[in-house]
């Protein structure tokens, strides 16, 4: 059994504009341990399912359908009591905004010290004593002596790790970091993300992780989804994804990677945005902006099947499927791209250039 299975998740935000289809059928599972990647543009529905997981959906928002089992258990289906005792403990949630998660009256020792006290029964001096040594352990100098320090005297790096410590208080098995490091600067977001991922290794918890840069993902993740209009259009295996990227908009999004080094203006970015949530335009939603849509795409929706046997994804054992016509032969033309990958000297991650007569 995997740690988490989400099944056919579908999220509707009910507003005056009309009903939002924020997340669509999505299925998709995490492993005990494993480091998964959910990446897409604004409004792809990543944060939607985050929250979906923690059940934090709020007015106008609903679940209106689907199965999220943690450990097996339907978090859908359990009692406010139970999803509350979950929450923080046993799956923690990393926000890209570390200010709001701290309180500002509280020294941060002490809001992590409260925190294992609530959750793990543990005594005044032994919580403080163990947040003295997590907080030394997120990288935090001279821990003692900040324990006692308020949120504002924290730069806003030492404050991503300090709720990076508050997340780990509790040895979740989940860790879900939502754009964790977006406000930060590149070279102190290099640091957390290792930091980040080292301590998830110590403490054997799996990460979701979810970011609009693949090259974040490559540094961190096993595994990835890319989410396009509330709905999966490619998993695979990171290494996989970015060495033989099958969906469209994958290769799109590989080529928006800023390259150290290279000036903004010879970056590609995927021309177009997001469509309308409220109207997708028929067919593949991302037909609009597909430099090799044909007609079938206006006209189909793409399943997302297993690239290599073209079956659908839901009923094969598949490593790497997407949600294009190329794979079910409805397309007469090829993906004509060639995805060229460049070790960078300076990051672990590979950054790739499209060419090819399309783009
Ligand atoms: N409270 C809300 N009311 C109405 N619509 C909402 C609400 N929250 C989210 N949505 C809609 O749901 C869709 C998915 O949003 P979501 O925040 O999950 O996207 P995202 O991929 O996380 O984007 P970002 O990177 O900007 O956070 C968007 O179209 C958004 O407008």
Known sequence: MALLEVEDLTVNF??????????????????????????GESGAGKSVTALSLMRLIERPGHIESGE???????????????????RGNEIAMIFQDAQTALN??????????????????????????????LLAKVGIPEARKRY????????????????????????????????????LDVTIEAKILEEIESLAEEFDTAI??????????????????????????????????????????????????????????RLQTIPGTMPDLVEL????????????????????????????????ASDVETDHA?????????LTGELDYTVRVDEDPKSNAPTSQITGDNQ
Do not use: W
């Open 104 to 133: 500002p009256v509280y020294t941060v020792g002490e809001q992590i010290a409260e925190a294992m006290r609530h959750h793990l029964g543990y005594g005044k001096s032994e919580a403080k004593e163990e947040t003295i040594d």
């Open 148 to 183: 006692s320090d308020y949120p504002h005297e924290f730069s806003g790096g030492m404050q991503q790790r300090a709720i990076i410590a508050m997340a780990l208080s509790c040895g979740p098995d989940l860790l879900i970091c939502d754009e964790p490091t977006t406000a």
């Open 68 to 86: 999220i089992r943690f450990k097996g258990q339907d978090i859908l289906s359990m009692s406010e009591d139970e999803v509350r005792s979950i």
């Open 14 to 39: 009910y507003t005056q504009d009309g009903t939002v289809n924020a997340v669509d059928n999505l299925s998709y599972t995490i492993e005990r341990g494993e480091k998964f990647g959910v990446v």
């Open 281 to 312: 335009p028929p067919g593949c939603s991302f037909h609009p902006r597909c430099p090799f849509a044909e007609e079938a795409c206006t006209l189909r929706e793409p399943d997302l099947l297993d690239t290599a046997s073209g079956k659908p």
């Open 208 to 265: 979701q992780l979810i970011t609009h840069d693949l090259g974040v993902i490559a540094e961190v993740c096993d595994r990835v989804m890319v989410m396009y209009g509330g709905k999966p259009v490619e998993k695979a295996p990171v290494e996989d994804l970015f060495y033989d990227p099958k969906h469209p908009y994958t290769v799109g999004l590989m080529s928006s990677i800023p390259r150290i080094g290279e000036s903004a203006d």
């Open 322 to 330: 997407a949600a294009c016509l190329a794979y079910s032969g409805d």
